[in-house]
C-alpha cells in the first residue's frame, strides 16, 4: 500500500455518510493497534433478579445525579442489586477508565464513557465487545428506538459495537426573555444577530448583565464545543469529503473569528468560564445567552435552582454567513460499556439494556440537575419529555432528529480535539491571530492522519 493511498484510508476511516450529508462514520482505529477485548457472550441476561451484587460504575460528573439518585433505587427495586457510584471530572473520565484497566485494579464494572474516547478505550482493551450480545437481543433491549442520529456514532466502532447510548447530548440557544424586552433586542437566528444582541445588551446594562455567555475552559467538552457549535452554524465540517481537515475553511475562520469577536462582550472571562460557571449564570440572570446541553430547560423551569424560571426561551443555533439550515452537532455525548475487568458481566449487562431503555431514559432526561438528554425516539417524541422541558422542545427535536455533526472518535481522536482547543485558546486570548491557529491545528491533524 502506497503512502498516499495509507493517508486516504486513515482520513476516510473519520467520515461517513448520514442522510446524504457529511459527517463522521464510525471511526477505525489503526489496523492492529485494538487492545485485546473479550466479547460479551450471547447469551448474557437483558434482565434479571441480582440480590446483593453490588456494581461499580465510573462516571462523568455532571451525571452523578442520575444514576445515583434516580436509578440505583429504581434498580434496588427492580432486581435487588446495588449501585456504587464514582465520579470522574470530564477530562479524566476516559483516561481513569483506561487506567482503572490497564493498570489491573479492575474495581469498575460499568463505564459512563464519552463516545469520543471510544477509540482509545477499545484500543486500550477497556471496553467489552457487545456485538454478538446486541445482534442476539436486540427485540429484548430495543435497539430500534435508539435515535439514528446518536446510535452508530456513540457505540459503533470498526463494524463493533461496545455500549448502549446513555445520553443524547446536543446544544441549542437559550436566551433570557426578560433581558430581551428589558433591552429591546429579539431572540437571534443567526450568529450577526447574535453578535448585535451580545452587544447592545452588555453596553446598554453596564456591567448589571451580559449579552453572552461564551464556555471557553480549554477542554475539547466545552471551549470545543463553543467551536464546534458556531462552525456547523457557519455550514462547515471538520473534515471535507475527501477526508481532509477543514479547519482552514471559510467556515472554520467565521466561527473562530466570531468567538474572538464576542469575547469582549462576554461574561468574563470566556477562558475562564466552565460548565458550571456557565450554568450559574445563566440562571441566576447575570447573562442573556448560552449555547449549552439541552437538560438546561429543566434546570432553567426550577424555581429551586433558577432565578429566570418562566423568563427564558430557546433556539436552534444560530446560522451565518451563507448557510441558511441549523444544524447542531453531538457535542460530548455518553453510552453505557462494560469493563473488560468486571466480575460481573451477568449483572453489566442486565444493567445497561434496563438503564438505556425507554422509561429510565424518561426519567432521567426529565429530572432537574441529572444532566441527560433523551437517546431513545419514543423519549423525544413523548408529551411526558415535552412537557418538562417545555419552550425547548422544537429546537431539541429539530436538533436530534437532523443531522449533527459527530466528533471524531477514532484512537487518538481527544489529542486531536485537546490539540484544536489548544489553538482556538491562543486565538481568542490575543495571543495568536485566527488564521495562525487553525492553520496551525490543520497542520497538527493533517500530520496525525497521515
Known sequence: MTTANLSRRRALQLLGLAGGALAFAPALAACGSEGSTAALSTTAPTGGRFDGVTLKLLVNQPHVTSFRDVLAPKWKAATGGILEVTAAPYDQLTSKQILDVQSGTGEFDVFDYFYFGLGDLVEAGALTDLTGWIDANG????????????????????????????????????????????????????????????????TDAKGAAYGAIVSGQQVPMILGCSYINRLTGYGGNLLDANGKPELTSEASVAALTHLVKVNPVALPTPLQIGFDQANTAFLTGQGAMLDTWTDMALRAEDPTASKIAGKWGALSLPVGGTNKTPRTALDAGFGLGISTATKNQDAASAFIAWATAAPQNLVVSSTPGAGIDPARGEVLDSEGYAKVVTKAIGPIREGLNGNPLVWPKEAGAPQLLQGLVDQLALAVNGTQTVQQSLENSQNQWDKALT
Do not use: C, Q
Not at 139 to 165: A, F, M, N
Open 139 to 202: 427485540d429484548k433491549i430495543g435497539t430500534s428506538g435508539y435515535l439514528k442520529s446518536i446510535y452508530d456514532p456513540y457505540t459503533l466502532l470498526d463494524g463493533k459495537r461496545y455500549g448502549l447510548p446513555y445520553d443524547g447530548d446536543v446544544h441549542i440557544l437559550f436566551y433570557n426573555a426578560e433581558l430581551f424586552d428589558r433591552y429591546k433586542v429579539t431572540p437571534p437566528t443567526t450568529w450577526d444577530e447574535y453578535d448585535d444582541a451580545a452587544a447592545k445588551i452588555t
